[in-house]
Structures are given as structure tokens and as C-alpha cells.
């Protein structure tokens, strides 16, 4: 880090280049990427290069370089950011939001991580207990959400398929009181199908790779990933993915935050129910639609505390209304098949919002205690899905891509238009810039 406070490469602003151009601009990103310096100030933005290895540049030493500094006293980090939101939250006693864009694979759900630590970091080392379990709390709720909502794309290993917003109470004193997270358009289609080259959710391959043989026969699953028609896509590929490890990892994780040992086995058994429904098979005898391997709907209702013959029965029929009255009509082959799809999708995107509601439980700033730190303040972090172009683009890409489109509109508004507008009412000459 002394190394990089004396020695700079390029432009570290891009304010403060003579002649702003396309290629002057990537020139500057290039040379001080080349030369190890991934992040580089537009203002009070940072621009961020994925270098696709680790760097040391974000351990306790690094975070004190930052911490309590301004701005521009430092070289261009994610920390001087999340410095800058922390101050104004501070002294201000308003709330403050750090918003991470840009395509998929750029490195947004690392960087929301770091964002999350250097805040935990900088806050004062508390003698209360309950400060520092929140702190923990929030750091180990991302291991257990990408867990479920993250997987491994061909443009990275750990994408976030869903959006993040994360919301950190603090007290007027400024340590961390709780939390809230909304979650966003989960992208559910990826449980039943995947691209060529890309994984289903990783909480699948963790279970399959880090369950105990005991806990495997108890779910009546077995290692073999390629077993799976939901995710034998993606079972052979090579990854630098450690299933087995991250099982533990996450498991410790739930266990931190507060999940039950009896809820934690449940999400479990609806993994397993959910790979077990990909198994399922449909025949035609005559017109009529059967389930060909009927000892595997045995196991889904098992596992789903239901009845076999309940199970069956959505697989096979729908209700349909007409007027007043109400008929369970067949499904064909291939309805079957479509509404099997369905409910698996059902299932997991339920099991996800759960899994977010149950940590929004735990680490909630309840009324009492918000009187007991007085008023709270609250910085928002932002992590949203990539943008993303593929030959066949499904729906949920479709809705990933637009919300990037108004999310890079409402940067443009803030910074741009506003300045535009600031230059105007002070009557400095200046060239218009055609803004949609």
C-alpha cells in the first residue's frame, strides 16, 4: 500500500485528463490496470477492473490508509468510497447508498463484500457483544445468499443471479445495529436449464459434493452429480469451485446467523425433492399421461411432508374453473412435463425467499431496540445482476439487461443532468450533452 500512496501510473482521475476521448480514456484504464492499479476516480465514482486473481490490497493495513481520510487523500479504492458513505452518514445523520453496476463477470458481488468489511472494520471495536454478533451476522448472511442465489456462468464462477439490495442500520454513534436485505427477480428458470458451460445454483452441487453419506441416504441421493437431469449440464465441468469445502462453510454460516438445525435439514430435503423432480418421467398409456418411475414421487412427498398420491396429482392434473364449477382436467406428456418444471421453479424460488426472510428476522433492527440506540441512519449497498447478451436471450435476461439499462439512466440523471443543471444556473459557458 506505501508502494502505491508514492507511485501512481496514468491519470488516477479521469477528471483530470487534458483531452477526454474513447481511446485516450482506455489507454489510461489499460496502463494502470497493466501496472496493477484496478481502480481509477471519475469524480466521485470509481471504475473498477476485474483482474480475475487475488490482490493484496485489502487487508488491515489497507483499510487504515482509509479510514477517516477524505476523498482524494488516497489512492483510487473501493474503501475510499465506502469511507466517503460512512463520513457523510456520520456527520450528516442522513441515509447514504453505494451503487455497484456493470456487466456480468466485472467483479459487483466481491466488491459489495469488500464494501460490507471495510464498514464492519472501521466501525468502533465495541465491548458490547450484540455490536459485534450484528457485524458477524452480516458478513456471514452473503456466504449463505450466494449460496442459493449465485452460480457459476462462462463469464464467472460466482455470478449473482439475483439482485441485492442490502440496507445497514447504525446507531447515532455510528456502530452497526442490524440489517435488511431485498432481494430481486431470482433467477429461477437456471434450476431447470442451464447454457452450455454454466451451472445450476451452487447450493445443488454443495449438498451432492459436502453432505455426509448418512445425510445423502437419508435424502436418497447420491454423489454422482451427473445423476441429475437438472444440472447434469453442468456436472462435469471444471471449476475453481471447491463444492465440498463451501457445504461447511455455509452450513457454519446458517448456524451463526441463527437458522435451527431442524430448518437447516428442511432446506435440505427441498434441494433434494427439487433434484429428485427433474428425475421424473411421464409415459402415455393410450391418451392418458403416467408417471413411469412412481417410487421416486414416494421420495418427493417424503421429503416434501406430503402424500405420494397429492404429489401425483399436481403433476398429472390442473384445476380448471368453468362458471361455478371447479374439474381437475388431465394434463398431456408434455403439459406434465412443463408443469414438473414449474414446480421445481416454485419450490426453489420460494425456499430462496425464505431463506432471506428468515435472516431479515435475525438481523432486523427490532422497534425496542431502535429506541434503545436512539435514531438510526442507514447505508445502502446495491448489488445487481450483470448485463449479459446471449444468442437466445430468455425472458429473465430480458428483465436483467432493462433493469441495468435504468439503473445506468439514473446514474446519468444524478451525475450528468445535475451538473449540466448546476452550470447552467451559474452561468458557465459549457457544451450541451445530448442525455436521454
Keep these: 500500500m506505501a508502494e502505491q500512496e508514492s507511485l501512481e501510473f496514468g491519470k488516477a482521475d479521469f477528471v483530470l485528463m487534458d483531452t477526454v476521448s474513447m481511446p485516450e480514456f482506455m489507454a489510461n484504464l489499460r496502463l494502470r490496470f497493466e501496472k496493477g492499479r484496478i481502480y481509477t476516480f471519475i469524480g466521485e465514482v470509481v471504475v473498477s477492473v476485474n483482474p480475475y486473481k487475488p490482490l493484496n490490497i485489502y487487508g488491515r493495513d489497507t483499510v487504515e490508509q482509509y479510514k477517516g481520510r477524505e476523498l482524494y487523500e488516497r489512492p483510487p479504492h473501493l474503501f475510499a468510497i465506502a469511507d466517503a458513505a460512512y463520513k457523510a452518514m456520520k456527520r450528516r445523520s442522513k441515509d447514504t447508498c453505494i451503487v455497484i453496476s456493470g456487466e456480468s463477470g466485472a467483479g459487483k458481488t466481491e ?14 471495536p465495541s465491548q458490547r457483544a450484540e455490536i459485534e454478533r450484528v457485524k458477524n451476522m452480516l458478513l456471514k448472511s452473503n456466504c449463505v445468499l450466494e449460496a442459493f442465489g449465485n452460480a457459476k456462468t462462462n463469464r464467472n464462477d460466482n455470478s449473482s443471479r439475483f439482485g441485492k439490495y442490502m440496507d445497514i442500520n447504525f446507531d447515532f454513534k455510528g456502530d452497526p445495529i442490524g440489517g435488511h436485505i431485498n432481494n430481486y427477480l431470482l433467477e429461477k428458470s437456471r434450476v431447470i436449464v442451464q447454457q452450455p458451460g454454466e451451472r445450476s445454483f451452487h447450493s445443488f452441487y454443495q449438498l451432492l459434493q459436502g453432505g455426509s453419506e448418512q445425510m445423502l ?5 447420491q454423489k454422482s452429480l451427473s445423476s441429475y437431469n437438472y444440472i447434469h449440464v453442468g456436472a462435469q465441468l471444471k471449476s ?18 441463527g437458522f435451527k438445525p431442524e430448518e437447516i435439514q428442511t432446506v435440505y430435503k427441498i434441494l433434494a425433492a427439487i433434484l429428485h423432480l427433474g428425475n421424473l418421467k411421464f409415459v402415455v398409456d393410450g391418451d392418458t399421461p403416467l408417471i413411469e418411475n412412481g417410487k421416486v414421487v414416494s421420495i418427493i412427498a417424503e421429503l416434501l411432508s406430503t402424500k405420494a398420491d397429492m404429489v401425483e396429482k399436481a403433476l398429472l392434473y390442473r384445476t380448471v374453473a368453468t362458471g361455478r364449477d371447479v374439474i381437475d382436467k388431465q394434463h398431456t406428456e408434455q403439459e406434465a412435463s412443463y408443469g414438473r418444471d414449474a414446480f421445481a421453479k416454485a419450490i426453489y424460488e420460494r425456499l430462496f425467499c425464505w431463506i432471506v ?16 440506540h436512539g435514531k438510526n441512519t442507514v447505508i445502502g449497498v446495491l448489488d445487481i445482476y450483470g448485463f449479459e447478451i446471449f444468442d437466445n436471450n430468455s425472458f429473465e435476461q430480458f428483465c436483467i439487461n432493462y433493469c441495468n439499462e435504468k439503473l445506468q439512466q439514473l446514474f446519468i440523471q444524478l451525475v450528468l443532468k445535475q451538473e449540466q443543471e448546476e452550470y447552467q444556473r451559474e452561468g458557465i459557458p459549457w457544451k450541451h450533452l445530448g442525455i436521454l
Design 111 to 124: 466488491a459489495s463484500k469488500y464494501i460490507m468489511q471495510y464498514i464492519a472494520a472501521i466501525t468502533n
Design 217 to 221: 441416504r437419508s435424502l436418497h441421493l
Design 240 to 257: 475453481s469451485i471447491n463444492d465440498a469445502a463451501e457445504f461447511k462453510v455455509v452450513a457454519d454460516a446458517m448456524k451463526v446467523i
Design 357 to 372: 426472510s428468515r435472516i431479515n428476522d435475525i438481523i432486523e433492527v427490532k422497534g425496542s431496540d431502535a429506541t434503545i
